[in-house]
DNA sequence: AGTCCACTAAACACTC
DNA sequence: TGAGTGTTTAGTGGAC
């Protein structure tokens, strides 16, 4: 309700993408934000006007958004809460992951704004977590958190202008971003903030904060022996997003949460005389409980966002990479499939499952929040892959056909989010086929039996360890339903396997056309064009070969490869990108090329067509896995041809 | 609106 | 006998 009255009000156009360089879209949704307090004013203030009034529409932004943190939540029968168009429950969307993805937040809010909120809204968030125990040092923690987080901004930057993403000249937004967001600026709205007498209701809510699924509000999943070990704030996709304050910092220290002789949690800096002291510390004060995971989650919110604008940047930067050096009627195949792989159906998930901007609601209840990232990683893994945390998951609000339709590999996810998932008590965006399909694929003997695939779920998902009878139940009747699995009886009784043969089949393609034009498409030619979701099926089904050797099916290495590539974090999932390497000596490119879903229809398929530049291009960019798995020896011929 | 797909729940049979 | 396993059906809801 208050997501969709703020998004007729909010809406910047969803052609801008750009995060941090548009001083007029700042101002045009600035202006919309304020509920038109500032009025259409930009055609006739100077430049510096203008910059004043950016300024001015953050800090009012930030302070609407921390008076509604403060009070707003608990006082329903506040109107400023209704009325006020800013009031995007950003914090909602923490507590309630269902609410409001980030999507809807980047919809919604122009980059410079969202990062505004997003700042105060850490530091709130902080705040208010830590207010028991840090009352005294509220102004200190506030002021750490605060440098914290122009660390992280400029950092982004810094990362942005070694894209060349933006001059080295900060831009006009920039400017107001960061004077908006200067310590004093927000020292000021805090102190506006703390003064409201809701500060117990604030912590109730921090501390309440349902850290699951709406069918969970209780965090008691969460593994204990997880509890003090894991930096929860470390993000899924591994990188630590702890600012450090020299480069120095992180060689000096084994831990990301430790420097300086101090503890590195936001908002924590408690003085740890060494290594020893700190991981007591951090055992006793960042224990997995609420109030460390509200923080955790602040701060994945923090990173969510930022690797949206990362990844927003990214495909302007492809666009232009597209616009100079590629002519559209030569595609390149290196990059193309990038667009093909992500982009493509990212994009059209971006552009028409918003099209007006508006927030698009989760669609399962069920669907927690995920470490999923959105956004299209359509630069190449080689140019951009030292930032390539940005990058291709969709947030996944919608759970059940995510890693089926948007193109979200199952295995990048969850190598990726492993730890989150085994942490955080949030249900895994796959459907249990998949979490099938890939349990039995990672074992080393390619079966499983019913309880090792229960183990598999409770050991890797925090969330499979409740509700027991309800999910064994699905597991039992995906195991029997689909024919993908099958069953063998083995010496220790019954086990399962997959057929990947049915498995493909499980998901056919929607698209209609002609394997020729699905073939044309594939090889480069026609990616503009392909159906969203064949890409997001190809692709997936696809890697999904590609992450794990066969049973039966030999995967189309090229085709997934090309698909895979652009959206899959290279860093992250070479682990899982092994049958790479360990098929090619056995199979040619133009074996693997074949396309999986072709299979249906396979006489008209032309594989000597098909570009090996396509997988030259490709390969070079898929790291050989350090783990590979031997070759299944008996990879059905058949389909190859 | 119809269809497909995934999920949940449940009943039932079989084996150990 | 009960637990675990496997199969099947029905209902529901989202996506297309």
Redesign the pocket.
């Known amino acids: 309700m208050m997501v969709e009255s703020a998004s007729e009000t909010i809406r910047t156009t969803p052609s801008n993408q750009n995060g941090v360089s548009s001083l007029s879209s700042q101002s045009d949704g600035g202006g919309g934000r304020e509920g038109g307090s500032n009025g259409d004013t930009n055609g006739e203030i100077s430049p510096v006007d203008l910059l004043h009034l950016q300024q001015q529409q953050a800090l009012q932004a930030a302070r609407q958004f921390l008076l509604q943190q403060a009070s707003g939540l608990n006082s329903p029968g506040s109107n400023e809460v209704k009325q006020n168009p800013v009031q995007v429950p950003v914090s909602m969307a923490m507590m309630s992951p269902q609410m409001i993805t980030p999507q809807q937040m980047q919809q919604i809010l122009s980059p410079p704004q969202l990062q505004a909120l997003l700042q105060q809204q850490q530091a709130l968030m902080l705040q208010q977590v830590q207010t028991p125990r840090f009352l005294g040092s509220k102004q200190l923690a506030f002021q750490q958190q605060l440098i914290q987080m122009q660390q992280l901004q400029q950092q982004h930057i810094l990362n942005l202008q070694r894209q060349g993403l933006v001059p080295l000249q900060p831009t006009a937004a920039m400017q107001s971003l960061q004077q908006a967001m200067c310590p004093s600026d927000l020292q000021q709205l805090w102190k506006e903030v703390s003064g409201v007498p809701t500060a117990e209701d604030a912590l109730k809510q921090a501390e309440g904060l349902d850290l699951s699924t709406n069918?969970s509000n209780s965090t008691s999943a969460f593994p204990k022996a997880a509890s003090a070990h894991i930096p929860l704030h470390s993000l899924p996709n591994g990188q630590s997003h702890t600012p450090k304050r020299d480069s120095h910092e992180e060689l000096s220290s084994s831990h990301p949460l430790y420097g300086h002789g101090e503890c590195k949690w936001p908002g924590c800096e408690a003085l740890c005389e060494d290594m020893g002291q700190f991981i007591k510390h951090l055992n006793n004060e960042h224990a997995l409980d609420d109030r460390s995971t509200a923080q955790c989650r602040v701060q994945m919110q923090v990173v969510q966002q930022l690797e949206i604008q990362l990844a927003k940047e990214s495909e302007r930067l492809q666009a232009m990479m597209t616009h100079l050096h590629m002519r559209p009627s030569e595609p390149k195949p290196f990059n193309q499939p990038l667009n093909l792989a992500s982009s493509g159906s990212l994009l059209k998930?971006d552009s028409?499952?918003y099209p007006e901007g508006l927030p698009?609601p989760?669609?399962?209840?069920?669907t927690p929040i995920t470490p999923l990232r959105q956004g299209p990683s359509v630069i190449s893994s080689s140019s951009l892959h030292t930032h390539s945390h940005s990058h291709t998951h969709p947030v996944g609000?919608?759970?059940?056909?995510n890693s089926?339709?948007?193109c979200t590999p199952i295995a990048s996810e969850l190598a990726q989010n492993c730890e989150f998932y085994k942490n955080a008590d949030v249900?895994p965006p796959?459907?249990?086929?998949?979490?099938i399909r890939h349990a039995i694929l990672e074992s080393p003997d390619r079966q499983l039996?019913?309880?090792?695939?229960?183990n598999w779920f409770t050991r890797k998902f925090a969330y499979f360890r409740r509700?027991t009878?309800?999910?064994?139940?699905?597991v039992?009747?995906?195991?029997?339903?689909?024919k993908c699995?099958v069953?063998v009886e083995n010496v220790k009784?019954?086990?399962?396997t997959v057929d990947e043969v049915e498995y493909q089949k499980?998901?056919?393609p929607?698209m209609t056309g002609s394997p020729t034009l699905v073939k044309n498409m594939i090889s480069g030619l026609g990616f503009g064009s392909l159906n969203?979701?064949y890409q997001a099926a190809l692709a997936e089904s696809s890697l999904s070969l590609l992450n794990s050797p066969p049973l039966v099916t030999p995967p189309s290495a090229a085709s997934l490869n090309m698909l895979h590539v652009g959206h899959d974090d290279v860093s992250s999932t070479v682990e899982q990108v092994n049958s790479n390497g360990s098929c090619s000596p056995t199979l040619s490119p133009q074996q693997y090329s074949h396309p999986v879903h072709v299979k249906e229809e396979p006489t008209e398929v032309e594989e000597d067509s098909r570009p090996v530049s396509l997988l030259a291009g490709v390969t070079h960019s898929l790291p050989l896995p350090s783990d590979e798995r031997d070759l299944e020896e008996d990879l059905p011929t058949e389909e190859l041809e």
């Open positions: 069918s998930r028409e499952a698009h989760p669609t399962s209840a069920a609000p919608i759970r059940r056909r089926d339709k948007y249900r796959f459907t249990y086929a998949s979490l039996t019913l309880n090792e695939i229960y509700n009878a309800t999910w064994k139940n699905a039992r009747h995906n195991l029997s339903l689909h699995f069953r009784g019954a086990v399962w499980r998901r056919p929607k969203a979701s």
